[in-house]
């Protein structure tokens, strides 16, 4: 999606992030699964992950979150004026789970709704809010990714539970007040005929919830690893290939990828497709693992408080996801 003329650019202006305190090692996974932290580390790259603990939810981890991005970018939540959030863990199917942060925040005068993207779903709703900042129809927009995978995942499932956790992230999006500063593009692609390598069958209109569903596990989340690592792979390099191009920039000119956190070995082969040193890669897959929409804002927010984004740095995100969907996007700091 690139910039008219007649759009004003708009920046992010501040970022938060929340995890639970509560952690699951791999160690602690060996004893629940027929697995090993050897096997986890060196298929994934995961150490860690962070647990929601009892009342913890999408909700209030997105809310710490979207309080702490509001603080950093020095605005209250009055002037806020839409609420956008990417989750596949909703607080429940409705109300949204942006109406829920909306009332917790007291963001008085908001619009909220959210975003389903699975994993892509940060950079889906950055581009929405991007847009609607851009065109002059909303201030302030808050971003917020949220999610409770422990929730949704099969604690006997060795495929899975090893990969997922809990986490949320936020991002304060503006008008660029000076200079190139900014959201400078997006990239937005989604394949439907592939959504049943990564999905969650039950509790929807094919199947609603029943005995039969919960008997069957259908509300937890199931994939194909095999094939959803290949399809990431090549839907990953090309978003980050394709946004550079459209934008006659290559990896040389990137100061930082920002990555979706899936697997080390995915964001490996991300980087190598661009030609961009790993020393340009933020990674903290290994502390929270897989969090779905949530590692690109959790990483991002990380990543400006420690330094790694200095003034003026070109910075690509790039994720893929269940939909399946893949993303992209540069942002001048
Ligand atoms: O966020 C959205 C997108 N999600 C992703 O991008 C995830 C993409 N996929 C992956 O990251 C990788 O495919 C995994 C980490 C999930 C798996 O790595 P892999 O190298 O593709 O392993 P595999 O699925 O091919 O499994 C290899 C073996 C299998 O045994 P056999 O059939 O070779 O005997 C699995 O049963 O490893 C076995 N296995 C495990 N062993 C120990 C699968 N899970 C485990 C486990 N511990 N947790």
Redesign the pocket.
Known sequence: MHRTNNLRRAYIAGTGHAVPEKVLTNFDLEKM????DE??RT??GIERRHIARDGETTGTLGAEAAKRALDDAGIGPEVVDLILVATVTPEMVFPSTACVIQEAISAVNAGAMDVNA??SGFIYALSVADLMVASGKCRHVLVIASETLSRITDWTD??TC??FGDGAGAAVVSPCPDGDRGILSTYLKSDGSKGEI?YILGGGSRNPASHETVDQGMHFIR?S??E??KV?VQAMGDAAMRILKAEGLSGEDVDLMIP?Q??MR?IRATARRIDLPMEKVYVNLNEYG?T?AATIPIALDEARKNGRIESGALVLLVA???GLTWASALVRF
């Open positions: 699964v027929d697995t090993s096997w986890i298929r994934s699975a994993c060795r495929n090893v990969l990564l994939m690893g095999r959803t690592f990431a979706h899936a697997n995915i897989n779905s893929f996801g269940g």
